[in-house]
């Protein structure tokens, strides 16, 4: 049995990303999952005068040590402009600042939704490729477009997208066997 970590990368009390991650989560059988809502971990935002007046926040070492107590990460990121959410990036830029490599080994499930036809993708792609310096092993990844179209009460509603879904959920539970 793995230790997941699941959350989104959004501090929005309405986060369709905090959404998807839930659903997400509730699939998994035979692992421990810990979701994490990330309205309840603010952080300012990260500056080197911060650094060195006040430290770090007890909310970032433990985040920092739930991330490494845990086997994967399944993480769903918000989209801004094209890119992760500032928050989301802040994030990243404090947990690196306290430990460069704090996804060493961790396999992750990257995904990424947003109300339009893109699904997140340059999120998704921008955290892709810059999750790996820091450790981590992205071993699938999905994107589900126009939220409000694909998304219901019961989870995905589009048969393909639902597929997709699964198969890349399903690809990153075979690697942590």
Not at 60 to 79: C, F, P, R, Y
Request: aromatic share 10%; hydrophobic share 40%; proline share 3%.
């Amino acid at each position: 049995m793995a230790a997941i970590l699941a959350f989104a990368g959004s501090n929005s009390s309405t986060s369709i990303n905090y959404k998807l991650v839930r659903y997400t989560s509730a699939m998994v059988n035979g692992h421990e999952i810990q979701l994490l809502d990330m309205t309840r971990y603010p952080f300012p935002m990260y500056s080197a005068d911060d650094e060195k007046q006040k430290g770090y926040s007890n909310s970032l070492i433990e985040l920092k040590n739930d991330i490494q107590k845990a086997d994967a990460l399944m993480l769903s990121v918000n989209e801004h402009n094209g890119n992760p959410s500032a928050y989301f990036k802040n994030v990243v830029d404090w947990l690196s600042r306290l430990e460069r490599k704090f996804l060493l080994d961790t396999k992750v499930l990257l995904m990424s939704t947003s109300g339009g036809k893109r699904g997140g993708m340059g999120a998704l792609t921008v955290v892709e490729n810059m999750l790996p310096r820091f450790g981590a092993e992205i071993v699938a990844t999905f994107s589900l477009p126009s939220f409000g179209e694909n998304f219901g009460s019961d989870g995905i509603t589009d048969e393909a997208l639902r597929a997709q879904h699964q198969k890349a959920l399903d690809t990153f539970l075979e690697t942590l066997k």
